[in-house]
């Protein structure tokens, strides 16, 4: 799209294939205040993305793709588009993301190994190994209930 005056515009199919978020998704974080409201052009009412508009969006699909909530993006934005960006509140969302990541990593470590408990217990039962299956049926049900008491922070 041809600049006016602010520098070089972009439509919103052109900003979602260069951050690489449908255009639903753009229309999307600006709907629920995860980025500011986007200018209009007067003729047509499409959006009009300015390059300032492109490195806050690029900024933000690199927090959605660690899995960073519509909240805390949304506070990740609102610290840093002040004159003093909050740097602190920066680092702590991020420390945040960061602990949440290593619990669901956790949590997934925990069903792959139940997961290879099960496989083996299967193999053993196949095998016609029944006091391994027996030792590896008593492990699967130990992961199982650390599985469901597994209680995630919010």
Known sequence: MAGTGIGRTYSIK???ALVGLPPSTLRYYEDVSVIPAIARDPSSGHRIYTEGDLELLTWVACLSASGMSIA?????VRSGL???RDV???I????QQDARLQEEAQIIELRRE?????????RAMKSGDAPEAERLDMRAREL???LKSWSPRS
């Open 14 to 16: 052109e900003v979602a």
């Open 72 to 76: 805390d993006m949304r506070e990740y």
């Open 82 to 84: 002040g004159a003093e």
């Open 88 to 90: 602190a509140e920066f």
């Open 92 to 95: 702590s969302l991020l420390q």
């Open 114 to 122: 139940f997961l290879r408990t099960k496989i083996a217990y299967w």
């Open 144 to 146: 199982a209930e650390r």
